[in-house]
Each structure stands twice: as structure tokens, then as C-alpha cells.
């Protein structure tokens, strides 16, 4: 039955134009461009042409993935390290929420929307119902690719309906699910082979009555299901630079080129005869033969020539101006691109550091209300409507900056007299709360054992001196060690006749 989608804002309606979102032409274009990438597969300098398939091999050797160092220097240091609730909102944060994002494997599904949201300018999460094997719900990061979302104009962070589609090759069926405030529908299309942009036309797709039908599937709460996380000017972090980065390509195809032309020097001979004394065309091809012990022999006005190699300085100095213009347009520190930029001097480096903490931070602004969301869904589907109130909801993160340990070391001794010990674990040492809280204790035991040690030492050493009385009772009750008396001579008092007039002694053991 063919899905209506006359009535504006129904379930087919909404279908219908978030297909047609997800399958424009430049979006599609420009995803894909993006992914190839940082996947490594950018586009290729050009050179060439009338050999493209013997020249592509060559032209892949010139790419170097600088995207890949440009997002992940963000990434790395984007870590969630807990939450706080209603239900436990201390400095700690709550242990329930640490035990749901570790059975949810969380870290690793929060690391892949960091990397999509910086590469792709936006990245999805869908939080759906408890998994009966872990117990938490079923928590997955989406590719904006195969997925994509309206949001409420006068709310840009309000999803109002999402889409997302993928190819079941199992049952041979291409599937869309189409996600609404408190619902989810479920629409298939027959599909043998996998279908690049699946087209949605209301007579080939139908909703699965499997999956609730045109009535969709209620969920166990009225709010939208998907969170959307979008990056600064929903573009990706390198996505303005992308002619700088081709620039950088075809400069070192340009040195590989010319490298790999100079590996034999060029030889030529002038001067040489067309014709020999009896007017007889000359064949110089197998004359000069290049082997060891070969020799030439030459007309008297024949004159050689060898071409001399090109100095690849210049080209070499060429590509890295340009990965410290990409270095200065990114905020990427210049030492993660160039090996030798690590000996710039103190204060260049730490400008750059400086700059990229900035853009970390400014990242980490972005995506710390849409991870609490996440959360309070998560805790909706387990029905704990107390810890999923987003008004006292809080993640916790570790610091962007990234200190040496020298640093962290020269820090925390310094503020000795004005931080607490436990402040100084995780603003200074950058630990997290409850790895702080762990060492809190772990001191607590030492200074409890070191006082109880202490207190027996003194006990002992009292016992010594007031008559075996130990002054405190409760911790005497393991007896002193006594002292080992001293070993005797058997020939203590004895003259030297004597001693040779007496027996041996013997030492036998029996």
C-alpha cells in the first residue's frame, strides 16, 4: 500500500522530504569528499592524463592525510570522564551514569562522533531501547551520510524529525526509519543490490507492518530519540583549506616526478655522422651499450652531454610553507605536521598550543549539552525519570590542555598553599574525579597505617625502657621481639697450653 504523504507534517510527508534532504546533489557531494579525506583517499593532483590508470599508482604516493592530524588534534582531547545528577551531583559525579556509559561502551561511540562532527561538520546519535544483554540502552553513533534531520528554525538544536537509511542485505530489503517525538516508523523497499542513494517514491516503499506500520512504534518516553551534533559553521575542520591541502599534494608529486626521472642521468651524443664513407646509414642504437667494461669508440668532432640533476630544495622549502599556512588558517600545532617543526622555539610552540586549546574549547562547548541530552535519554529508557532531569544533568570533562608532566609536576608544588590536595589531582595533575577520589583514600589508608606503625614503635621502644610495661595496651599485644644473647667462646679464660692441651670441641649436629 502506497505511503500517503499529502498531509503536511505526517509520517509520509516528513519521509518524503527528508529523502529529498539526504539525496541533494552537493550534500551527498560534499560528505563524500569530506570522508575520502580523512580516509585517505583525496583527490588526486593532476598529471598525467593520457596515462590516468598507470599514473594513478604514482599520484597516491604524493598524498599525505593532513586532515587526519587536523581533526584529531581536536578529538584527543574531547574525553568525557563522568555526569551529574539529581541523584548524586558531587564533584565525583554519579557512579550510576559512569556504569551506564561503560556498558554502553560510550567512550568508543563518543570518540566516532567527535571524529564525524569535525570531519563532517555534523555527526547523529540515536539512543534507543535497553539491550537485554547489557542491560543499557542501545546507544549508536550515525554517519550524517546515511542519516539526516529537520531542525525547529527558532531552535537550531531542536531536532523535529530524522531520517536514516541503510540496506539489509540479509532479507534483501532497503529500510528507512523515520524518527518523530515518541515514535519511530519503520519503511522498506524491496533491494537485491545495494543501492547508493536509495530514491523514496511513495508507490515503491511501503511501512513494515512488522515494525508497527503506518501507526509506527511507541517509544517508553514523548521525546525525539536522536541528538544532533553540529560543528562550528556546521563545517568540518579543514573543509575551507581543501585547495591548501591539494596544493601540498602536487607539490610532492612534482618532487616524486622529478626524483624519479633524475635516478639515471640523460646521455647525449652530438657530432656522430648520419652515413658512413661508402654512403651507408649508421645505427647508433647499439652502439652505446651501458655495462661494465663497455667501451665507446667515437668519431674525433662527437661530443658528449649529461644532464645534470635539479636541486629539490626549493620545492621541499615550497611544501612546508604551505603545511605552516595550513598550520596558522587550522590552529594546528605545526610540530604534528612537520617533524622538524618540533625545533621552533619556546614561544612559537606555545603559541600554537595555545591556539588549538582555544578551538578545542570551543568545540567542547558544542558538544557538552548534546552529550547531558544523550544521557538524560538513556536514563528515560531505563525509566529513572530522577537522574534524566536535564535541568540538573551535567557531564564532566577532562581538561583540553595537554601539560607535560614536568609542567603538571612544577604546578601542583607550587600551589601547594592554595589548592587542596584533591583540586590539585584533577585541575593540575588532571586526573579524573574519581581516580581522585581513589587516591584520597589510598592517602587516608597510609596516614592511618603510618600512625598505627608509629604507635608501636613508640610502645616497643617504651617497654625497653619501663620494665616490659608497653604504655598503650591495645596495640601491645604482639610481643616485642627479644634480643638474641650474645654467642659464648668455649675458650673464653683459658691460657694458650691450656687451649692446645684441650680436646677438640665438637660441632656436630645431632
Same mark, same amino acid.
Given at each position: 500500500?502506497? !505511503?500517503d504523504v499529502?498531509? *503536511?507534517?505526517?509520517p509520509?510527508w516528513w519521509l518524503? +522530504?527528508?529523502?529529498k534532504?539526504?539525496?541533494?546533489?552537493?550534500?551527498?557531494a560534499?560528505l563524500?569528499?569530506?570522508h575520502d579525506?580523512?580516509?585517505?583517499?583525496?583527490?588526486?593532483?593532476?598529471?598525467?592524463?593520457n596515462?590516468r590508470?598507470?599514473?594513478?599508482?604514482?599520484q597516491k604516493?604524493a598524498?599525505?592525510n593532513?586532515?587526519?592530524?587536523v581533526?584529531g588534534s581536536?578529538?584527543?582531547?574531547?574525553?568525557?570522564?563522568?555526569?551529574?545528577t539529581?541523584?548524586?551531583?558531587?564533584?565525583?559525579?554519579?557512579e550510576?551514569?559512569a556504569?551506564v556509559?561503560?556498558?554502553?561502551?560510550m567512550?568508543?561511540?563518543?570518540?566516532?562522533?567527535?571524529?564525524?562532527?569535525?570531519? @563532517?561538520?555534523?555527526a547523529? *546519535?540515536i539512543?534507543g531501547?535497553?539491550?537485554?544483554d547489557?542491560?543499557v540502552?542501545?546507544?549508536?553513533?550515525?554517519?550524517?551520510?546515511?542519516? *539526516?534531520?529537520e531542525t525547529?528554525?527558532? #531552535?537550531p +538544536?531542536?531536532?523535529?524529525?530524522a531520517?536514516?537509511v541503510?540496506?539489509?542485505?540479509?532479507d534483501?530489503?532497503s +529500510?528507512?526509519?523515520?524518527?518523530? =517525538? %515518541?515514535r519511530?516508523f519503520?519503511?522498506? #523497499?524491496p533491494?537485491?543490490? /545495494?543501492?547508493?542513494?536509495p530514491?523514496?517514491? /511513495?508507490?515503491?516503499?511501503?511501512?513494515?507492518?512488522?515494525k508497527?506500520?503506518?501507526?509506527?512504534?511507541?517509544?517508553?518516553?514523548?521525546?525525539m530519540?536522536?541528538?544532533r551534533?553540529?560543528?562550528?559553521?556546521?563545517?568540518?575542520e579543514?573543509?575551507?583549506h581543501?585547495?591548501l !591541502?591539494?596544493?601540498?599534494?602536487?607539490?610532492?608529486l612534482?618532487?616524486?616526478v622529478?626524483?624519479?626521472?633524475?635516478?639515471f642521468?640523460s646521455?647525449?651524443v652530438?657530432?656522430?655522422p648520419d652515413?658512413d664513407?661508402?654512403?651507408n646509414?649508421i645505427d647508433?642504437?647499439?652502439?652505446?651499450?651501458?655495462? =661494465?667494461?663497455?667501451?665507446w669508440q667515437?668519431?674525433e668532432?662527437a661530443?658528449?652531454w649529461e644532464?645534470?640533476?635539479?636541486?629539490?630544495?626549493p620545492? !621541499?622549502?615550497?611544501? +612546508?610553507?604551505?603545511?605552516?599556512?595550513?598550520?596558522?588558517?587550522?590552529?594546528?600545532?605545526?610540530?604534528?605536521?612537520?617533524?622538524d617543526?618540533?625545533n621552533q622555539?619556546a614561544?612559537g610552540a606555545?603559541?600554537?598550543?595555545?591556539q @588549538? *586549546?582555544?578551538?578545542?574549547?570551543d568545540r567542547?562547548d558544542r558538544?557538552?549539552?548534546?552529550?547531558?541530552?544523550?544521557?538524560?535519554?538513556?536514563?528515560?529508557e531505563l525509566?529513572?525519570?530522577e537522574?534524566?532531569?536535564?535541568?540538573?544533568l551535567?557531564?564532566?570533562?577532562a581538561s583540553?590542555?595537554?601539560?607535560?608532566?614536568?609542567e603538571?609536576?612544577?604546578?601542583?608544588?607550587?600551589?601547594?598553599?592554595? @589548592?587542596?590536595r584533591?583540586?590539585?589531582?584533577i585541575?593540575?595533575?588532571g586526573?579524573?574525579?574519581?581516580?581522585?577520589?581513589r587516591m584520597?583514600l589510598e592517602?587516608q589508608?597510609?596516614?592511618v597505617?603510618?600512625a598505627? @606503625?608509629a604507635q608501636v614503635?613508640?610502645a616497643a621502644?617504651?617497654?625497653?625502657q619501663v %620494665?616490659?610495661q608497653p604504655p598503650i595496651?591495645?596495640?601491645?599485644?604482639t610481643?616485642?621481639?627479644?634480643?638474641?644473647? =650474645?654467642?659464648?667462646?668455649?675458650f673464653d679464660?683459658l691460657?694458650l697450653?691450656?687451649?692446645t692441651q684441650t680436646?677438640?670441641?665438637?660441632t656436630?649436629?645431632?
Amino acid at each position: 500500500m502506497a !505511503i500517503d504523504v499529502e498531509k *503536511v507534517r505526517s509520517p509520509g510527508w516528513w519521509l518524503q +522530504r527528508l529523502f529529498k534532504k539526504m539525496n541533494d546533489r552537493q550534500r551527498v557531494a560534499r560528505l563524500q569528499l569530506l570522508h575520502d579525506y580523512l580516509n585517505g583517499r583525496p583527490r588526486l593532483p593532476q598529471g598525467a592524463e593520457n596515462v590516468r590508470e598507470m599514473f594513478t599508482q604514482f599520484q597516491k604516493k604524493a598524498c599525505v592525510n593532513v586532515p587526519a592530524v587536523v581533526v584529531g588534534s581536536v578529538s584527543d582531547r574531547l574525553t568525557p570522564i563522568g555526569f551529574q545528577t539529581a541523584a548524586d551531583n558531587d564533584v565525583s559525579g554519579d557512579e550510576r551514569a559512569a556504569q551506564v556509559w561503560e556498558r554502553a561502551d560510550m567512550s568508543i561511540v563518543a570518540a566516532d562522533v567527535h571524529v564525524m562532527m569535525l570531519n @563532517l561538520g555534523e555527526a547523529f *546519535v540515536i539512543v534507543g531501547p535497553v539491550d537485554e544483554d547489557t542491560g543499557v540502552p542501545v546507544i549508536t553513533a550515525e554517519d550524517p551520510r546515511w542519516m *539526516v534531520a529537520e531542525t525547529d528554525p527558532a #531552535k537550531p +538544536r531542536k531536532v523535529l524529525a530524522a531520517l536514516k537509511v541503510l540496506w539489509d542485505d540479509i532479507d534483501g530489503v532497503s +529500510r528507512a526509519y523515520l524518527y518523530l =517525538p %515518541g515514535r519511530v516508523f519503520v519503511a522498506v #523497499k524491496p533491494s537485491k543490490t /545495494p543501492v547508493d542513494r536509495p530514491v523514496f517514491t /511513495p508507490q515503491t516503499w511501503s511501512w513494515d507492518e512488522a515494525k508497527g506500520g503506518a501507526a509506527g512504534q511507541q517509544l517508553s518516553h514523548s521525546r525525539m530519540p536522536v541528538v544532533r551534533f553540529l560543528n562550528k559553521d556546521g563545517a568540518g575542520e579543514y573543509e575551507h583549506h581543501i585547495d591548501l !591541502i591539494d596544493r601540498i599534494n602536487h607539490n610532492i608529486l612534482q618532487r616524486l616526478v622529478i626524483a624519479s626521472s633524475q635516478a639515471f642521468r640523460s646521455m647525449a651524443v652530438s657530432g656522430l655522422p648520419d652515413v658512413d664513407e661508402d654512403g651507408n646509414e649508421i645505427d647508433w642504437s647499439d652502439a652505446f651499450v651501458m655495462m =661494465p667494461g663497455a667501451m665507446w669508440q667515437l668519431p674525433e668532432k662527437a661530443e658528449m652531454w649529461e644532464s645534470q640533476p635539479t636541486d629539490l630544495r626549493p620545492i !621541499i622549502e615550497a611544501s +612546508r610553507d604551505d603545511f605552516r599556512q595550513v598550520s596558522m588558517a587550522t590552529g594546528t600545532p605545526m610540530y604534528m605536521m612537520v617533524p622538524d617543526g618540533q625545533n621552533q622555539s619556546a614561544t612559537g610552540a606555545g603559541m600554537y598550543r595555545e591556539q @588549538l *586549546v582555544f578551538r578545542a574549547e570551543d568545540r567542547l562547548d558544542r558538544v557538552r549539552g548534546r552529550w547531558s541530552e544523550v544521557m538524560s535519554l538513556a536514563f528515560l529508557e531505563l525509566g529513572d525519570t530522577e537522574r534524566a532531569d536535564m535541568e540538573k544533568l551535567r557531564s564532566l570533562w577532562a581538561s583540553v590542555e595537554r601539560l607535560s608532566l614536568a609542567e603538571r609536576a612544577d604546578a601542583a608544588s607550587k600551589a601547594q598553599n592554595d @589548592l587542596p590536595r584533591r583540586s590539585r589531582l584533577i585541575e593540575l595533575w588532571g586526573y579524573t574525579p574519581t581516580q581522585a577520589d581513589r587516591m584520597m583514600l589510598e592517602w587516608q589508608e597510609e596516614a592511618v597505617f603510618n600512625a598505627q @606503625l608509629a604507635q608501636v614503635l613508640a610502645a616497643a621502644a617504651g617497654q625497653q625502657q619501663v %620494665g616490659g610495661q608497653p604504655p598503650i595496651q591495645a596495640i601491645a599485644s604482639t610481643p616485642a621481639p627479644q634480643p638474641v644473647p =650474645p654467642r659464648q667462646d668455649p675458650f673464653d679464660g683459658l691460657s694458650l697450653d691450656e687451649i692446645t692441651q684441650t680436646e677438640p670441641v665438637s660441632t656436630a649436629v645431632n
